[in-house]
């Protein structure tokens, strides 16, 4: 069994030493996971534009920290934002053609290392993983979400 005193340091941390910087992609892995997550969310939440402070709940950032990354974004033509009322709290933001082609052209990029990488491992070894993976995961999410609630 691995050592408890390591594990979670090591868990975490093995994953974040793949940068997408490394890999030929046309913006900042920020910006990347940022347009992935508009597109998640205008995808299977069923909405055509989501709100800049659910985007923030969902990358776990604030909302300040999401705007800036916005504006960044808006300037390169690849999100458009909008408010519905004078109410700043309540701007949605979408991606424009430019920026779906981008995510799109993003996501080919990483497929295509990701499945060169994996096809050196046998099938039943990838599902044993992820159902693995999957339990770890969910431990870790009750764990996380736990906190919020003490």
Known sequence: ??????????????????KLSALPMPLPESELITLYTIRDANQYD????????????????????????????EEKGLVQKSSQTNDRRN????????????????FRTLSSFVERALSRI?????????????????ALAQEYNALGKK
């Open 91 to 106: 701007t949605y933001v979408c991606l424009t053609e430019k920026g779906l082609a981008i995510y799109e052209e993003s």
């Open 46 to 73: 069923g909405v055509e534009n989501t709100l800049i402070s659910g985007l923030a709940e969902k990358l776990h950032v604030s909302v300040p920290t999401i705007s800036r990354c916005l504006s960044r974004l």
């Open 1 to 18: 069994m691995a050592d408890v005193n390591v594990f979670p340091f090591e868990l975490i941390n093995k994953f974040h030493r793949f």
């Open 122 to 138: 046998d099938g039943e070894e990838l599902n044993q993983f992820f159902a693995t993976f999957d339990k770890i995961y969910d």
